[in-house]
Every structure is written in C-alpha cells, then in structure tokens.
C-alpha cells in the first residue's frame, strides 16, 4: 500500500459536492461558508468497543463510523455537508483491499445523502483498529435544535424502534437525516437528541438540560420485531443504547398536527413533560430507575 | 472518573470564543458561519508513532495534538477558531489526573491563540493511548493559500531551522499562526504548506502540485542549534520531519520587499522555484534524492 495508491484511491473514492471547494489535497479542507449556523461533531469508534471487526467487516465500520456523526447532525435538526476521516489502522490491516472496503462503505452513504469526504489521516500503528470521523454541517434556518428546550406540557415522540440493536441494526442502520428534515420543514420542535445510550438515560439528558422531567407510556414505546416475543423486551428498548432514534419534544398544539398527517407515521408519542426531576410511568407513576447504556463509561460532549 | 466530573471538567478546562454559539453540551457544537472560506483539517496522534506517553506526558501529547493541527491552519494562512476532541484512552489511564493533565497542556495553547475546545469524546478501551483533534478555522480575506500555485520564478522560503525535532521541538513547538498572519497581511504569497514529514519530501509536494521543480540552495537552509556541530546536519535538516515551520514561495518582487522588513528576519530565503520535475541544488546542479521522513507510511489527505 503505498502513499501515492492511497491518495489516488481516496480521491476516486471520496464523493464531493457544492459545500467544498478543495478536498483531499492540501494541509486543510477549504469550505465555502455555511448560510445557517455551522454544526460540528466528533465520534471515534473503536475494535472491541464499537465494532467486532472479525464480525462486521471493514464495509460496515466504515457506514456505522459516518452513521453515528450523520444522527448527530440529524438531531439538531441539520443537514450534514461534509466528513474528515481518521484512521489508526494495525499493520496487519494495512493492504489495499482493506482500506477499498472501509471507504466503500462510508461511501455509500455519503453518496447516499449527498456528503463530502473532504479529509483523511491515515496511519499505521501497533495498536487495534479505530476511525474517528469529524462531520460538519448545517442548521436548518430555524434553527439548531438544542436538548435543552423541551417544556413543561409539551409531548414526547421518537423516530422508530427500539431496543435490541446489537443484533445488527447498530451498524447498518439509516441516520434519520430525511426524517429530521421532514420534521423541521413542518413543525417547530422544542427539544431532540439522538438515542445513542438508550431511551432511558438519554431522556434524562433532554430532562436535565432543559430543567424539567417527563411521564412515559410503557404501552407505546415501540419496539423493535427481534423484541416482540422477549419478556424483558421493554428495557432493552430503553437500555440498550445504539438505537439512533430521534427522540424530540414539541407543543401538544404541533403534536396534534403530526398526529393527523400521515407522512409522519413514522413517530409514536411516548409520553409527556412535565414539572420535576425524575421520569415516572404515566400508568402508575411509580420512578423509571433504569439507567441505559455505557459504552464503558465513555462520555459524548 | 464519573461522567458527570469529566463533563463539568472539560467545561471548566476548554476555553471558548466568539465563533462557538453551543460548546460541549449537546449533539453537535453550534458555530457562527465564517465570514471567509472555512477551513478544516484532522490529524490523529498514537502512541509509539507520534509520542511515547511515558517520556512525553500526558499534557505534552495534549499540546503536540492541538498544535499539529493549528499548523496546517497556518500553512493555508488561515485563522484557528476551535478544536474537537478525540480520545482512545486505555483503561490503565481513565483516572481524573491524567485527563487534567492532557487537558491542560491542550488548553493552555488553545488560550495562547485564543481557540475554543468546542467537542470532546472520550473512550476507554483495551488498545494504547490515540487521541484524534479537528480544527476547524476561517481563511485569511485574500483566501486560503494552496500547495498548487508556486510559479516559476518565485522564491522559496521557511520560517525557521529544521531539523533534529525529535530531542524536543515535535513536542512543544509553538505553530506558526502568528507567522502565518503577520506574512498574509504583508504580502501575496503563492503557496505555502507545513513542514511535517521533512523539507525533502514535503517540498515534493509543493512541485508536484504547482508542476513545478526547485532549486534548494544549501548554504542557506537554517538548522536547528542541536545540529550545529552534526556532520550529517543538512539531511536531518531536510529528512527528519515534524519541524512544523511554514515553507512558502512568492515573487521575487514581493521577496524583495520582505528581506527588507526586519520583521520577517525569522523567515529565511533557501531557494527558487523552477521548471522541470526534478529537484536540484543550486550550487552543482545535482539532484536533490533525500526522501524525508514517514511515520511508518502515514498519509494525510
């Protein structure tokens, strides 16, 4: 594998668009500015943590690592523009089909939605594999939408299923950037984040940021079909992490609005916020205790 | 080390600045647009390639990972604006001492350029110590300054001595975005890039690009004070790599200009820019075959 091979093979490989006006080329990536407010995330996924790569194989390592900046982007109710790509590679790892299939596979989603691959940094190392890749995008023009904006009567609603990720959906799954979009073009939300450490703890990160709390429905928290005939399926949904969901609030006026029209079947009001600290079921309200799902006690700021 | 104190620690240690709307708090940082084109670049750093943690410390490696990246602001005479965050930390290292430390080290160059640390990610895992850092930054208001537009006829300069970094420079050097400023207020400059895999390579690349070649001139190549008394000086000067000075060509009439300003003593004339492929020194005409210095054959983009 050789330095030149691997420039050339980025450059054939990595798709562009309007956002960029130099790519893999030079010491920097050169943007054109963003009319909105820029958003920026960061996520390095790594061997053993992240992935099995045994397992996935380079193709999906390379969707999951764009995938989890993509839902970031998507819950702040952005468009995503362009990704930086680093790669700590062992080198046992270091020949050319590896590389191929990784990028192959962050490729197709990029091209998917219309992102740039606009950088890479890629070394060798005596140390497992890890990606950490750097997305860059742009609010709508409403607005980022913060987690700290929910209020006291306002609905709650997620995207799709949850719970049980780990079977596969976790690293094949689709970020919500079209859901996202859709969502911001009709309604005015008032809070969203990403169901990245489940349901349960990342609930309580809208709750806390936005000083509030929230009554949930165990009856309709949906779940994912691999779940439907596991008896502990209702906290899987809400602790297994990695469900990449949005999860937003917005006013119960908006709420009936979505309610009625049909392009959003896609979300299912799971409860309410309401005054307080602690998140309780809305059927006995008794506390909702469990925690969700660390990664090894890693932390996303 | 819970997640709770490493968020409040990151918030109380990482600076912030006018550009940042929304630091580490949410899904994605929320930014102001650049008024200029917006630059972006990323370089991960590993232990046993670009630092031995047990010699270097944790806030050196916290300096070296920031500052790599504030010099390819530099090289395209761009401004740095704020930073991300990366973490592979081994479980042996998640202990509250040693975040404060890297941390450290990072934020007291990022307030030295007034940057903010606007994203953070840390993750602990089985693997040695990587710590990835995107930069985002806007260019200068006569733009970015590319390695493609050296011109036949220009000179060729850089910003300080090279060589023998190893001993400490590629440690705690101090990137050159004053520099970098203070030149693009002043003159036109053709192109320009950092100095990080060695004069003899990386001065390759700027031919390469500009399809050009260069005459280096060897009496004039500033070495570092530690090669004085090396026989072998010029090709540590030239081989060894992660000098992180600023090589740049412009005219030989704005080059006129700048031997006269005594505020750019620091910048030293080393050669010219010519046509051809080929690379030759200026005193006998031989080709200059020296090849510079990889990280193992790492590859930034």
Not at 81 to 91: D, G, K
Not at 270 to 299: A, V, Y
């Amino acid at each position: 594998m050789s330095e030149l091979w691997l420039i050339d093979a980025l450059k054939t490989l990595c798709p562009s668009n309007s956002s960029i006006i130099l790519g893999i080329d030079d010491d920097t990536a050169i943007l054109r500015p963003t009319q909105y407010e820029t958003l920026v995330c960061a996520d390095m996924l790594m061997e053993g943590v992240h992935f099995i790569l045994a397992d996935a194989g380079p193709a999906a390592v390379g969707h999951k690592a764009l995938a989890v900046n993509l839902s970031d982007i998507a819950a702040m109710g952005g468009k995503a523009l362009s990704a930086y790509v680093s790669l700590a590679l062992p080198r046992s790892l270091a020949n050319e089909e590896f590389i191929l299939d990784f990028y192959r596979g962050m490729s197709t989603l990029a091209q998917d939605f219309d992102i740039a691959i606009a950088g890479g940094d890629t070394n060798l190392w005596d140390g497992p594999f890890a990606v950490n890749v750097t997305v860059l995008g742009e609010a709508h023009e409403k607005g980022a939408i913060r987690r700290s904006g929910a209020k006291v009567g306002d609905q709650l609603y997620v995207t799709g299923p949850l719970g049980g990720s780990i079977a596969s959906h976790h690293l094949n799954f689709r970020p919500r950037l079209d859901e996202a979009k859709l969502l911001m073009d009709n309604f005015d939300l008032s809070s969203m984040m990403d169901l990245s450490d489940g349901l349960a703890k990342d609930l309580r990160s809208i709750c806390m940021q936005s000083g509030v709390s929230a009554l949930l429905d165990r009856q309709t928290i949906p779940l994912r079909d691999t779940l439907k005939n596991n008896p502990d399926a209702l906290r899987h949904a809400l602790c297994d992490g990695e469900d990449f969901e949005l999860c937003f609030t917005l006013s119960r006026a908006e709420a009936e609005r979505l309610k009625k029209d049909p392009r959003f079947a896609f979300c299912t009001d799971i409860g309410g916020i309401i005054e307080g600290k602690d998140i309780f079921w809305s059927d006995d309200r008794s506390p909702m205790l469990w925690q969700g799902f660390e990664h090894g006690k890693n932390q996303k700021g």
